[in-house]
């Protein structure tokens, strides 16, 4: 039996399972390819029960394709609610964003190369654990370690960089004082 025999045969069987657990007709066309992209890269000549092994494939394919779909609404929905609406940030809230996110970017820089490639495989890239550490080609273990060790050291830069601005603040509110009470001398 050859790829188009197969997909030929089966092709229409997966489709209808994708398509009553998505309820959307694209995306059941979307999972049904990537399914037989899934079984061509395997020994699929080889399987005894093809059908069986065929849709446990595309029921696992169409889970994984909700899990997906139901994360990202997720985080859209989080993102509108933690978002104002339609509200202008005033000037000099924009700045400090900026500068910011510029700190954050040099500190991110600033990591060693692998935990920094691991760090934004996870957060930038939103990446599964098992994905990065298949990408790194390092066990899972050293993909949590890096991510770990790069987190914490990120904190601690974090924690550095408000401490500082606290000793500036006070030392403007010292330096604001001694103006005000050397002016009421005068």
Same mark, same amino acid.
């Not at 394709?65 to 933690?82: A, G, N, P, S």
């Not at 939103?126 to 991510?147: D, M, Y």
């Given at each position: 039996?050859?790829?188009?025999?197969?997909?030929? =045969?089966?092709? %229409?069987?997966?489709?209808?399972?994708?398509?009553?657990? *998505?309820?959307?007709?694209?995306?059941?066309?979307?999972?049904?390819?990537?399914?037989?992209?899934?079984?061509?890269?395997?020994?699929?000549?080889?399987?005894?029960?093809?059908?069986?092994?065929?849709?446990?494939?595309?029921?696992?394919?169409?889970?994984?394709? *909700?899990?997906?779909?139901?994360?990202?609404?997720?985080?859209?929905?989080?993102?509108?609610?933690?978002?104002?609406?339609?509200?202008?940030?005033?000037?000099?809230?924009?700045?400090?964003?900026?500068?910011?996110?510029?700190?954050?970017?040099?500190?991110?820089?600033? &990591?060693?190369?692998?935990?920094?490639?691991? +760090?934004?495989?996870?957060?930038?890239?939103? *990446?599964? &654990?098992?994905?990065?550490?298949?990408?790194?080609?390092?066990?899972?273990?050293?993909?949590?370690?890096? +991510?770990?060790?790069?987190?914490? =050291? &990120?904190?601690?830069?974090?924690?550095?960089?408000?401490?500082?601005?606290?000793?500036?603040?006070?030392?403007?509110?010292?330096?604001? %004082?001694?103006?005000?009470?050397?002016?009421?001398?005068?």
């Amino acid at each position: 039996m050859s790829e188009k025999e197969l997909f030929e =045969m089966y092709s %229409k069987d997966v489709y209808r399972t994708c398509y009553y657990m *998505l309820h959307h007709a694209q995306d059941a066309e979307d999972v049904c390819h990537d399914v037989f992209i899934t079984v061509f890269r395997q020994d699929w000549q080889n399987v005894e029960y093809k059908k069986t092994w065929l849709m446990k494939i595309t029921v696992n394919h169409c889970l994984n394709y *909700l899990k997906r779909e139901r994360t990202f609404k997720q985080r859209e929905k989080k993102q509108f609610l933690l978002t104002p609406q339609q509200m202008v940030d005033p000037v000099d809230t924009r700045i400090e964003q900026v500068e910011e996110s510029a700190l954050w970017e040099q500190w991110v820089q600033e &990591l060693p190369e692998k935990m920094r490639s691991a +760090i934004l495989l996870r957060y930038m890239n939103e *990446l599964s &654990l098992a994905e990065i550490s298949e990408i790194l080609g390092v066990p899972l273990g050293t993909v949590k370690s890096r +991510i770990y060790k790069g987190v914490r =050291m &990120l904190r601690k830069k974090w924690d550095q960089a408000g401490k500082q601005q606290q000793k500036g603040e006070v030392y403007n509110e010292k330096y604001r %004082k001694s103006v005000v009470s050397s002016s009421e001398k005068g």
